[in-house]
């Protein structure tokens, strides 16, 4: 539906079978509805959402990572014409056959780039246990944002969704924007409730820290207790 919206196709359009085949994926799309989803679910059951995304972010960049790859079969989503024949070579262009082209292989930079956001944000989540919930969710709004704010504008014109407005572009810097407002808030939140940015000033006090995982004993005995 994403993609529907901002190319401009009418709705009679939407469901037929040759504007399927056509193509129309967009995983900006993909992200809001998973997050929508994933919002009502912790709705109903009472659970903290950003808890949830925190767990859950971090493997949406690994998944984005390997769907470029289908860009690369499907020999699409790239850049601009390579003329210099010494940059002609994979990693840096791509072969076109279908244009007969070398072209710049921007999904291939983007794939890179998401690991290089997941490791970043792995690292920051697993060395700082003691942390607000949604700091992971806003880097990955802030990195995904940042990257797709860059490669965005780069691409060849034909995969650049939206006419006169490159909507994929502006919503990836309300991405960037609302992740870097988010890790704001969230650290602004813990400072005020806990005395510290990360963690808290009084050590008795509960903080957002790894699950304690219980053996079977261990649950046996509290249900008895």
Not at 136 to 160: K, N, T
Request: net charge neutral; hydrophobic share 50%; aromatic share 16%.
């Amino acid at each position: 539906l994403y993609y529907c919206i901002t190319d401009g196709m009418h709705i009679s359009q939407w469901f037929e079978w040759d504007s399927i085949r056509s193509g129309g994926l967009s995983i900006l799309g993909g992200v809001m509805g998973g997050v929508l989803a994933g919002l009502i679910v912790c709705l109903i059951k009472k659970i903290d959402f950003l808890r949830v995304a925190d767990c859950v972010v971090l493997n949406i960049l690994v998944a984005q990572a390997m769907g470029r790859w289908g860009n690369f079969f499907n020999q699409e989503v790239y850049g601009a014409v390579v003329e210099n024949t010494s940059l002609q070579w994979f990693p840096f262009a791509v072969y076109i056959e279908k244009v007969g082209e070398w072209h710049y292989a921007f999904f291939f930079y983007e794939s890179v780039l998401n690991i290089l956001v997941f490791a970043l944000l792995f690292a920051l989540m697993w060395n700082f246990k003691k942390k607000p919930h949604g700091l992971s969710l806003a880097g990955y709004l802030l990195g995904y944002g940042v990257v797709r704010s860059i490669m965005e504008p780069l691409r060849d014109a034909q995969f650049i969704l939206g006419d006169k407005v490159q909507a994929s572009w502006v919503m990836a810097v309300i991405m960037a924007v609302a992740g870097a407002m988010l890790a704001a808030c969230v650290l602004v939140w813990n400072y005020k409730k806990y005395g510290r940015l990360f963690g808290a000033a009084d050590p008795a006090q509960a903080l957002a820290v790894l699950p304690v995982y219980y053996t079977k004993e261990d649950r046996r005995k509290m249900e008895e207790e």
